[in-house]
């Protein structure tokens, strides 16, 4: 108290009264516009003994301060949310606060305040301000009493005034366009737009034009004009863009009269007599514009258009922005290449499926031999490759299905499907189709997730990558679905795969020998190597079991280097044996993981160690090492030049373009078991004779592979095929069994019984290539010669 009296000397507490002093009292009564009515009450609470006296009034949802004394700052536009007098305002209820230390909505804005007291200001019946006081000493109910009754009088002379002065326009634009500023929705953005271009202008009606993919588009309407301003032709909103829409804000005032502007008869026909309008002038060189338009002729004056070109600035900066934005999180959903969704997007859209009903199948597809395709034949064409498969699998899918590209040569889909077998029957026709249209081979690994079983996505993306390398292992450019029991397989091969280090040391492994025989009647003339793996728990495993966990773990070459020596013992010593033709050739299969350098060195120097001529050896390698056209096979041209032979494995079932085979260093092709499984249907077996007569044009040798019937070895000799391999002859056998095998087959395949004839050209010598051309069908006909 004390301090308020030293404060203010003049005014003893003692005396404080209503009755000011008279020339404060004049001026309030004197006050000719709100804003002096707010200073003269100040100054007369000030001069009543309460230095920090403040008075405020809401405009546009804000509280401005209209006159305060005692404090530094100005407190202008509060929000109505936080604090004591934002309380009275919004409750328009007086707050009195004793101590403010008690009080959490106490604000400080200048020290020592210990009590606080608010009180509404109305007019008309609603609460439009608020009068407040801080003290530095405590208030008494006197105190309070003198306050309030210099609110009323603040209130009464308000009501002289007809009220708070209105927002100013300036302080709506303000208003208006920070409001605008926080919308990030180019609809939302739109429609605001359109509403304040009416409320700066006066005009009923606004549209907003944008540029959109080079054309013109209505973004947004609003007013009773507004349906017609938006069905305007492109063509008449182009007229309009090319006078309205420059650079520059643009705009005309008054009414539209004769032809003064391109595109005035179209605004005319739909009943504009008035019209101001901005350009979107943050539009990076598009074109656009916000138009206010009436159906009456008015005048604006400049403020009003200046106002609009502001709108219009911040209209197109946020609009450009969420467009940009939009346009952003398209893209960043979508693979750039093929523009089907990426991993994140079908990782969203199966947890979304998964939490709907019905059954859904998830599917991961893998192309088999992409890495080849894309080292060999470069990025150009590896790119050219992928969009060639998402094409291919949109063209099978339906529209409810959903297509992605997951990783580099990795797709998914999630369809919805009645049961599995719907499921797998489209997965089969994906890999059919991409086998019959592309250059690519694809296997498919399938889960099904079935109600009332729920699953996580992670888990569902599980199941279809179990079944996907599954589909791998099976021998890959297939389909497979998951079932329980892959899990355990999987930890399975991980076990193995450590066995099968220890495989060699441990002597677990040996070979087995299959025959080739010469289909015009000459007998055994080859014998491929096939390894097996006879683990001590397991039992004998067969190399489609372990052959690829051998490539994955890094055991294949260990793997490669003991089937090589010990088939070049094995043949050597049968040959020194001399029960069998001294001519014999070996197969033996090679992967592609291991073939380098160091390969050829390998094979030299065992050919040397077992005294085998090279041209006994044959080198089974698959199709799509052969995808290097330019000749970036240089191990295998190595060993041709070495005198080995090369093989192609399982001819017809990889990159299949038969044209590169003419310069590719191999010599022999070996035809996959699938065709020859065809040869009963006669589009099959014209397959079949097209790779024939492809090969004699090339000089190339031909084995049959897994022949088991008689039917198809007639069928393979009368469209010439010359040597074959299969079950109809012998499985493959044990090293012990094989002499008497290949004695047994000579008997019965020889016409004569006797020893065969003596230059059995095979494999044919390359040279021989153009003269074989003319040669007629019969040579290897029936043998009988
Ligand atoms: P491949 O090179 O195509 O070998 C021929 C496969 O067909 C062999 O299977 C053989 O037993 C089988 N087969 C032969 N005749 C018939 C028949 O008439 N009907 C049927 N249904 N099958 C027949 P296997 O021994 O299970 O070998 C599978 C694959 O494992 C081989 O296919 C080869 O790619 C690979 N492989 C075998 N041994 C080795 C090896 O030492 N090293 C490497 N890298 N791969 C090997
Ligand atoms: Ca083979
Ligand atoms: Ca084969």
């Known amino acids: 108290m004390a301090s308020r009296t030293t404060a203010h000397a003049g005014v003893p507490a003692a005396h404080r009264e209503v009755e000011a002093p008279g020339a404060l009292r004049e001026r309030v009564l004197a006050a000719r516009s709100v804003q002096e009515l707010g200073e003269a009450v100040v100054d007369w609470v000030e001069s009543l003994g309460f230095p920090l006296p403040s008075i405020y009034l809401e405009v546009g949802g804000r509280l401005r301060g209209l006159a305060m004394r005692g404090y530094w700052q100005v407190l202008e536009g509060f929000t109505v949310e936080r604090g004591v007098i934002a309380e009275t305002f919004r409750t328009g209820d007086a707050q009195f606060v004793p101590d403010v230390r008690d009080d959490p909505r106490y604000i400080a804005a200048v020290p020592g305040v210990v009590a606080e007291l608010s009180l509404p200001i109305r007019w008309n019946g609603r609460v439009v301000g608020v009068l407040n006081v801080e003290a530095r000493d405590p208030l008494s109910s006197a105190d309070i009493r003198i306050v309030t009754e210099v609110a009323t009088a603040f209130e009464q002379r308000l009501h002289q005034f007809g009220g708070p002065e209105p927002e100013s326009s300036w302080q709506r634009l303000a208003r208006r366009s920070a409001e605008l500023a926080a919308l990030a929705d180019p609809s939302d953005i739109g429609r605001f737009a359109v509403e304040v271009a009416g409320e700066v202008t006066g005009l009923d009606s606004a549209v907003l034009v944008v540029e959109e993919r080079g054309e013109l588009r209505v973004r947004a309407h609003g007013g009773p004009l507004g349906e017609r301003l938006s069905g305007l032709s492109t063509e008449a909103l182009g007229e309009v863009a090319s006078w309205t829409s420059s650079a520059t804000s643009a705009y005309t005032v008054g009414a539209i009269e004769g032809s003064g502007f391109a595109g005035h008869e179209a605004l ?6 008035a019209l101001a309008s901005a350009s979107l002038q943050s539009n990076g060189g ?19 258009l200046q106002h609009l070109e502001v709108v219009a600035t911040h209209a197109a900066s946020a609009l450009y922005t969420a467009l940009a934005l939009e346009a952003l999180r398209e893209r960043a ?10 991993g994140a997007t079908f ?12 059954a859904t199948a998830v ?36 529209g409810s299905d959903r297509l992605y590209r997951v990783g580099g040569d990795e797709f998914a889909a999630i369809l919805s499907v009645r049961d599995a077998d719907e499921a797998v029957a489209i997965a089969q026709r994906l890999n059919r189709a991409t086998r019959r249209h592309g250059r690519a081979r694809v296997s498919i690994g399938i889960a099904m997730l079935e109600p009332p079983l729920v699953v996580e996505t992670d888990t569902a993306l599980a199941r279809a990558d179990l079944a996907l390398y599954e589909a791998k292992r099976l021998g890959r450019d297939g389909v497979a679905l998951y079932r329980p029991e892959l899990r355990t397989d ?21 070979l087995v020998y299959q025959p080739v025989v010469d289909l015009a009647g000459e007998g055994v003339l080859g014998v491929e190597a096939l390894v097996r793996w006879a683990h001590p728990e397991r039992g004998v495993l067969s190399p489609a079991e372990f052959i690829p966990l051998a490539e994955q773990y890094g055991h294949i070459e260990d793997l490669s280097r003991w089937v090589l020596d010990t088939a070049c013992r094995q043949v050597s010593a049968w040959c020194a044996e001399r029960w069998a033709r001294d001519d014999l050739r070996l197969g033996v299969n090679i992967s592609a993981a291991e073939l380098g350098p160091g390969l050829v060195t390998d094979i030299a120097a065992v050919l040397e160690r077992y005294d085998l001529a090279p041209d006994l050896l044959i080198v089974e390698v698959t199709e ?9 096979a240089p191990p295998l041209r190595a060993l041709r030049e070495l005198g080995v032979n090369v093989a192609i494995d399982d001819f017809g079932t990889g990159y299949s373009s038969l044209s590169y085979l003419r310069r590719l260093p191999v010599n022999i092709l070996k035809i996959d078991r699938s065709f020859v499984l065809e040869l009963d249907d006669p589009k099959g077996a014209a397959v079949t004779r097209a790779i024939v007569e492809l090969s004699r044009t090339l000089g190339l040798s031909i084995v049959a592979e897994g022949v088991e ?3 198809q070895a007639a069928m393979l000799r009368a469209l010439g095929c010359e040597h074959a391999q299969g079950f109809l002859w012998s499985r493959p056998v044990e090293a012990a069994a094989f002499p008497t095998l290949v004695q047994r087959l000579d008997a019965e395949l020889r016409p004569a019984g006797g020893p065969g004839r003596p230059a059995v050209m095979w494999p044919r010598p390359v040279e021989d290539a153009a003269t074989l051309l003319d040669e007629p069908d019969t040579r290897c006909g029936d043998g009988a010669a």
């Open 268 to 273: 005319r026909r739909a009943g504009v007599e």
């Open 286 to 304: 598009r074109h656009g514009f916000l138009l206010a338009a009436g159906s009456e002729r008015c005048a604006f004056d400049r403020s009003q």
């Open 333 to 342: 959903g979508q693979d750039a290449l093929t523009g089907l969704g990426h």
């Open 347 to 358: 990782h969203d859209d199966l947890g979304r499926v998964l939490a709907e009903p019905g």
């Open 363 to 398: 599917l991961l597809l893998d192309l088999d031999n992409f890495k080849q395709i894309n080292d060999m034949l470069g990025h150009v064409v590896g790119d050219r490759v992928l969009l060639e498969c998402s094409e291919i699998f949109a063209g099978e899918l339906r």
């Open 490 to 510: 999987a930890l399975d091969r991980s076990n193995l795969a450590a066995d099968l280090s220890l495989a060699v040391e441990r002597d677990e492994l040996f």
């Open 624 to 632: 799509s090492l052969f995808m290097d056209e330019l000749g970036a």
């Open 709 to 711: 019937h008689a039917s």
